[in-house]
């Protein structure tokens, strides 16, 4: 239905997507965000400029708005989301995975702000814990942590009380527990992962159906996930952030520098053995697991898709057993997935000279756009002291549908002229 349509009886829906990290969320995200229009066609709001402003609305929630490092329209900024869904005739998602970390308190308080008039629903994806401790620990890696994979394992492990960021997000069946706490069981639903390999339509698929959209509509084609790190990228950049110092800190000018560039563009596109659990975290990762789907089937949560793919059967790995190769293609151990521990020296010498080279190729990218932005500054610069009437004109038509339309017959009638002069000229 488009926005103006007729909608059936029953409340507006507002989906709060809550989390958690390392879900597909980023997929999930990109193919809604890149393909807005097409959900707003089939009655979906996201409210909003844009998926950073959904995640400025998690620090509004979380009381983190007001911080100096963040900008100021943070603060507040929920209750505009708030005020958008609410002059919307049908259903609205709100969706960034760090609202998990919400205390009961605050996911109450942003439940209720949307009053009685909207039948709020709290989404949760989740996946198995095999798959989520090596990728939340290179999160933590992207975020200035120099942990190593194996402390990172054994601190989950002694974490028994669960205070942890880590099971703040992860651990799904409290994470629902916290948002569900003013709702019905109903209105608490839980989208798992398919197992590693399967195609992700399914999710986006499961994703949608909640929704109440069309699946098929939207291309899923051109979105990404949030790309991971070979093993041996991953230790590269431990091993920066442990000697970094006090440079570039973060928050501050590490997110851009080594986050976004050396992690995301450089490390990423990489090749690299895949990161996994040894037999020992396998066993307490399916422990866990086990318990948290028994804690979210007490809650009788909405589940789409399964619980047991939480709790999958991977075949453990053994640390740093088989040969490995220091050649130019990532590790080979013959034994699957590695820790990092099993990177050794040499490898990392040969990873870190290719990171080299990947950052002076990302540097002279980044020249190359810069100097061309420079060009058409210069050019619209020059454009609008001899022509200032007509570079408004251009610039309004852009933003303006009916001036471009103008714009375009002008344009036409001026080449229709111009061809009628050369065959004048030819006869």
Known sequence: MSAGADIDERRRRVFL?????????????????????????????????SFFDHYLASLDVRGLAHRPEHPSRAAGIFTKAVREAKAWPGDVLISHELFASATVEQAGRAIAAFGDDAEV????????????????????LKHRSRKTFDEFVRDLQGD?????WFWRVQDFADVT????TSLPPDRVHVVTVPASGADPAILWSRFATLLGLQADAFSTQQSRSNTSLGAEQAELLRRVNATLGQRLPLPGPYAADVKNVFAQRVLAQRPGAKLGLDADGVDFAMRRSKEIVADLQRQQVDVIGDLEELVPHPD??????????????PI???????????????????????????????????????????RERDALAG????????FLLVRLSERRPALMRLRRLYQRRRELRARLQRVRSKS
């Open 316 to 329: 453990p790995i053994s640390t740093g057993t088989g040969p490995i190769s220091t050649g130019t293609g």
């Open 121 to 140: 629903h709290v989404v949760l994806t989740a996946r198995d814990l095999v798959r989520q401790i090596p990728a939340e620990w290179q999160e933590h």
């Open 177 to 180: 527990d916290r948002w569900g």
């Open 383 to 390: 454009d609008f002291k001899e022509h200032p009437v007509r």
């Open 332 to 374: 080979s151990t013959g034994a699957g997935p590695i820790s990092t521990g099993a990177v050794p020296d040499d490898v990392l010498l040969a990873e870190s000279i290719a990171a080299l080279v990947g950052l002076l190729d990302e540097h002279r990218a980044r020249r190359i756009e810069r100097d061309a932005a420079r």
């Open 160 to 164: 028994t009380d669960h205070s942890s």
């Open 17 to 49: 997507h809550v989390g958690s990290p390392k879900t597909g969320t980023t997929f999930l995200q990109q193919v809604l965000w890149s393909q807005r229009r097409i959900a707003e066609e089939q009655g979906l709001l996201l409210p909003l400029s």
